[in-house]
């Protein structure tokens, strides 16, 4: 963020992913954040989430355990650990914000007690918006994505916001759409109620597959 332009808060955050936009840095070390208004938006339709007979078998093998909102900062890292990121100080301390507020969630994927996959994302009423997420566990983080499109469905929410669309996102049923056709979901999704926290207890792996049978 530039010295002219207003300080970066939590609050100021939230603003701009109403309005469509969200905030990145060029690198780690870098301490500026620029806002990213995409031409052609990411997102997954909630009945299009597909889950594959190879990650069903996975999720019933019932070697994962997954949480929600049991380490949202250690997701953030994970999402960091990588040669190139755009998570730099300032945005782990915004989310970290945002996370305290009740803005910001996870879903975490653990193996042998140990956190190897997860997602994290804001959300402001019937909307998600998908920031990050990591795997260091064959599937962790398509079992990740299972359990929070099965969260949203169950919560309410009308959109997932992917912000860009990459190859791995588009196997599992994600999309590409104008930015103006995303703005419209946006305002619907922002006049509606939603609740992340509502489905209480997490799942089981055999539910998550079939309500998703059913809704795909």
């Not at 998570?87 to 910001?104: D, M, P, R, S, V």
């Amino acid at each position: 963020m530039k010295d002219s332009e207003p300080p970066l808060t939590p609050k100021l955050l939230l603003q701009a992913y109403q309005v469509g936009i969200f905030p990145m840095s060029e690198g780690r070390n870098d301490p500026d954040v620029f806002w990213v208004d995409p031409k052609m938006r990411g997102i997954f339709p909630l009945n299009g989430f597909r889950i594959s007979r190879s990650l069903a078998k996975t999720m019933r093998k019932g070697h994962f355990t997954v949480t929600a909102d049991a380490a949202f900062h250690d997701v953030m890292r994970g999402c960091a650990d990588r040669d190139e990121t755009w998570i730099n100080e300032t945005i782990f301390a915004l989310y970290g914000a945002l996370f305290q507020q009740g803005h910001a969630h996870s879903i975490e994927v653990w193996e042998n007690n140990r956190l190897v996959g997860g997602v994290y994302g804001v959300t402001i009423r019937a909307a998600f918006f998908g920031e990050s997420m990591f795997s260091k566990s064959t599937s962790a983080s398509k079992v990740a994505l299972a359990y929070l499109v099965d969260r949203l469905r169950a919560g309410g929410f009308q959109l997932f916001d992917t912000q860009f669309l990459t190859q791995h996102l588009a196997s599992l049923g994600a999309v590409e759409i104008p930015r103006v056709t995303f703005q419209k979901m946006l305002a619907n999704a922002l006049s509606a109620d939603a609740d992340f926290g509502t489905q209480g207890p997490i799942p089981t792996a055999q539910d998550v597959i079939q309500r998703n049978a059913q809704m795909s």
